[in-house]
Nanobody
Framework: QVQLVESGGGLVQAGGSLRLSCAVS????????MGWFRQAPGKAREFVAGVEWSGTYTYYGDSVMGRFTLSRDNAKNLVALQMNSLKPEDTAVYYC?????????????????WGQGTQVTVSS
């Protein structure tokens, strides 16, 4: 059974940091592109960061560039998202996603598997 389980969300003050983790079971991620998305109330799901299966290329959304860092640990079958200098506008549910396909990994339709999400709330 495929499962992506996010953890590490919570409440933090503006300027603070959080580290999200996504533990994967049911397949090994070493041949999968992995991504993080977020969705705020009333808004569409937004690309945050993605890494190709080889780890050669990592992409970030414009709004998080320079503040967030995505990493993957194939040996542990997990990916992490280090979030620094958090802003109130980063408040959202954050989702981990995986795909073995060839679509644009910056887009929602490219992904086959999704986690249930973890809430991140940044207070001003």
């Amino acid at each position: 059974q495929v499962q992506l389980v996010e953890s590490g969300g919570g409440l933090v003050q503006a300027g603070g940091s959080l580290r999200l983790s996504c533990a994967v079971s049911g397949f090994t991620i070493n041949k999968y592109h992995m991504g993080w998305f977020r969705q705020a109330p009333g808004k569409a799901r937004e690309f945050v960061a993605g890494v190709e299966w080889s780890g050669t290329y990592t992409y970030y959304g414009d709004s998080v560039m320079g503040r967030f860092t995505l990493s993957r640990d194939n040996a542990k079958n997990l990916v992490a998202l280090q979030m620094n200098s958090l802003k109130p506008e980063d408040t959202a549910v954050y989702y981990c996603a995986a795909t073995s396909g060839y679509g644009n990994i910056r887009t929602v339709p490219a992904y086959n598997y999704w986690g249930q999400g973890t809430q991140v709330t940044v207070s001003s």
